[in-house]
Antibody
């Protein structure tokens, strides 16, 4: 069965970077695009960007341009999302989600807390 | 970028009621619209895609309709387990924008 398993919770100081992983299993990794979505406490879903695992091509939401980097490792079927220059407003749960046009499978979420 | 606007932002209804949530796109998106349900503390779950196609395993009391700019999610008979926040999302192009969400409670 399809599974997306994300790395564990992180606590970071303002100005630092965080790298979240999402390991896929149960399907052909290179056949589906992957997205990252975040959700601040008590807030809605915010789309961050997309990566095409086969070639590593990415498109980022304008709000994150220059601060986010998404990468993929086909040898381990894992995608990564790195967010830099963290600020308190980046405290959120970060999800990876597989695209089958819509988002049919989601990771369990990774809580990133930014606090001094 | 295309904006997605849901209404209402919150809703309280009784068990057995018919509930309707609306999603409007600022430009036409044909039928490239999905609906997700997110229960408190849980991961979003796909309910409907292509505006009206029910995802496998989703109860038949959920239905979707619409095309172009105006879309609707309907719950034909509200159940206690339907308490959640519901999001629409466009997927015709990037950015894959979500609506702001509709919080559904039981009266």
């Amino acid at each position: 069965q399809v599974q997306l398993v994300q790395s564990g919770a992180e606590v970071k100081k303002p100005g630092a970077s965080v790298k979240v992983s999402c390991k896929a299993s149960g399907y052909t990794f290179t056949s589906y695009y992957m997205h990252w979505v975040r959700q601040a406490p008590g807030q809605g879903l915010e789309w961050m960007g997309i990566i095409i695992p086969s070639g590593g091509s990415t498109t980022y939401a304008q709000e994150f341009q220059g601060r986010v980097t998404m990468t993929s490792d086909t040898s381990t079927s894992t995608v990564y999302m790195e967010l830099s220059s963290l600020r308190s407003e980046d405290t959120a749960v970060y999800y990876c989600a597989r695209e089958a046009s819509h988002f049919d499978y989601w990771g369990q979420g990774t809580l990133v807390t930014v606090s001094s | 970028d295309i904006q997605m606007t849901q209404s209402p932002s919150s809703l309280s209804a009784s068990v057995g009621d018919r509930v309707t949530i609306t999603c409007r796109a600022s430009q036409g998106i044909r039928n490239y619209l999905a609906w997700y349900q997110q229960k408190p503390g849980k991961v979003p779950n796909l309910l409907i895609y292509a505006a009206s196609t029910l995802q496998s395993g989703v109860p038949s009391r959920f239905s979707g309709s619409g095309s172009g700019t105006d879309f609707t999610l309907t719950i034909s008979s509200l159940q206690p387990e339907d308490v959640a926040t519901y999001y629409c999302q466009k997927y015709n192009s990037v950015p894959r924008t979500f609506g702001q969400g509709t919080r559904l409670e039981i009266k």
